[in-house]
Antibody, heavy 127, light 108 residues
Framework: EVELVESGGGLVQPGGSLRLSCVAS????????MHWVRQAPGKGLEWVSS????????YNADSVKGRFTISRDNGKNSLFVQMNSLRAEDTAVYYC????????????????????WGKGTTVIVSS | DIQMTQSPSSLSASVGDRVTITCRAS???????LNWYQQKPGKAPKVLIY???RLQTGVPSRFSGSGSGTDFTLSISSLQPEDSATYYC?????????FGQGTKVAIK
């Protein structure tokens, strides 16, 4: 069964740090780009970060640039996000998600979407 | 950055009704890169439609998507009780991914 399981969430003080993990199973982890998406309480979904299959290319939302670092260990089928200088507005459920890529019929374009999601881990930033 | 705006923010409809949700991009996007997700309370999102109109495997055929340019729609042809959820459009791109703010669908 294809599965993603997040861990590492918890209560942290403003300015503190936390490292989230996501362990993949049931598929070839190293073949997929991976993402972190978060959802603040009662709010919508916000894309956070992405990382290429090799880990050499990463992208971050402006809201976390310079504070969050996404990484992966393909040997351990694991995705991480190191979160520093945490703020109250970082309080959210953090999901890891697998990106799938499918060739479009035109032979040139591709479809990209997130087809597998974990259940999430909760981060609360509060004093 | 491209912004995605959904309307309405919420709606209430009866079982069997046709429901339509709109997603507008702040500038033209490729129809290959517009996806729709469904999220139920306390659960992770689930992809319904990718590439504007392509139904993900296992998703009921009452869901459909259309659109191009800046305007896209998700339709539910005959609303069912299990469709009570929040729906999000998403623009997928290599460098940044953007979600709409969500549309909450309730059953009357």
């Amino acid at each position: 069964e294809v599965e993603l399981v997040e861990s590492g969430g918890g209560l942290v003080q403003p300015g503190g740090s936390l490292r989230l993990s996501c362990v993949a199973s049931g598929f070839t982890f190293r073949s997929y780009e991976m993402h972190w998406v978060r959802q603040a309480p009662g709010k919508g979904l916000e894309w956070v970060s992405s990382i290429s299959t090799s880990g050499n290319t990463v992208y971050n939302a402006d809201s976390v640039k310079g504070r969050f670092t996404i990484s992966r260990d393909n040997g351990k089928n694991s995705l991480f996000v190191q979160m520093n200088s945490l703020r109250a507005e970082d309080t959210a459920v953090y999901y890891c998600a697998r990106r799938v890529i499918i060739a479009a019929p035109d032979g040139v374009s591709y479809f990209y979407y997130m087809d597998v999601w974990g259940k999430g881990t909760t981060v609360i930033v509060s004093s | 950055d491209i912004q995605m705006t959904q309307s309405p923010s919420s709606l209430s409809a009866s079982v069997g009704d046709r429901v339509t949700i709109t997603c507008r991009a702040s500038q033209t996007i490729s129809s290959f890169h517009l996806n729709w997700y469904q999220q139920k309370p306390g659960k992770a999102p689930k992809v319904l439609i990718y590439g504007t109109s392509r139904l993900q495997t296992g998703v009921p055929s009452r869901f459909s998507g259309s659109g191009s340019g800046t305007d896209f729609t998700l339709s539910i042809s005959s609303l069912q009780p299990e469709d009570s959820a929040t729906y999000y459009c998403q623009r997928s791109y290599s460098t940044t991914w953007t979600f709409g703010q969500g549309t909450k669908v309730a059953i009357k």
